[in-house]
């Protein structure tokens, strides 16, 4: 694994997206991820490379003892932070481990309407690449891709990419689709990682 990057000086000037806010950077419980924040308590992270989907879809079989007697959370925070476990853990179960450690209580998804580079407003500009990414730009032709949460630059001299905080909603959403048993998702999900998502608040009853 290696730690998410990004230039020293996009780093010191980037702006929220949701507010135009100045964003700086602070600790989360991810120790591989960028975690930004505003004075409004928006939080963006810029994730580190994740691991391939082909070792990923190794976690399921791997042996961990150090976990042995651990608690679910001290459990979720091993999994964040051992190179080992990071290595095999997919992307969006590292985002949801966090959410789930940190415990804190986001009741809305974050607006994407300000240029992280200038602040400036961004407005929507061409027809999506896809049907599940959106086009933004600022008047500054600052130029984005927006999907799921996550803001990348659609310009070739920046290389940035911003993930939203999920609300508490979209995260119950996850933990549900996690925990049904797809078998295309089985062999990412390490026992010990469904037990720290049917521990969480946010994992909807029902689910096993
Ligand atoms: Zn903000
Ligand atoms: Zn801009």
Partial sequence: MRTASITE???????????????????????????FV????????????GPLAAFTATAASITLPEIGGLST???????????????????????????????RRISSEPHFSFCPICGEAVE???????????????????????????LFSAMETVRLELQAEY?????????????????HLEPNLHDSVRQVLLSS????QGAT
Avoid: T
Avoid at 9 to 35: F, M, N, T
Avoid at 89 to 96: E, H, K, P, S, Y
Avoid at 201 to 204: A, N
């Fill in 73 to 103: 959370l001290d459990i979720a925070s091993f999994w964040l932070s051992d190179p080992r476990a990071r290595w095999v853990l997919n992307d969006q179960l590292a985002i949801l481990l966090r959410s789930i450690v940190e415990s």
């Fill in 124 to 150: 929507e500009y061409e027809r999506p690449l896809d049907l599940y990414m959106r086009g933004l730009r600022c008047q500054n032709d600052h130029r984005w891709a927006l999907r799921g949460g996550r």
């Fill in 201 to 204: 608040p946010l994992c909807p």
């Fill in 38 to 49: 505003c004075s409004r308590d928006h939080r963006f992270f810029i994730m580190p490379q």
């Fill in 9 to 35: 000086q996009l780093y010191a000037e980037l702006q929220c997206p949701s507010c135009g806010d100045h964003l700086v950077s602070r600790k989360s419980a991810d120790p591989w991820a960028i975690c």
């Fill in 167 to 183: 609300s508490d909603a979209v995260v119950s959403q996850l933990i549900a689709a996690w925990l049904k048993r797809d078998p």
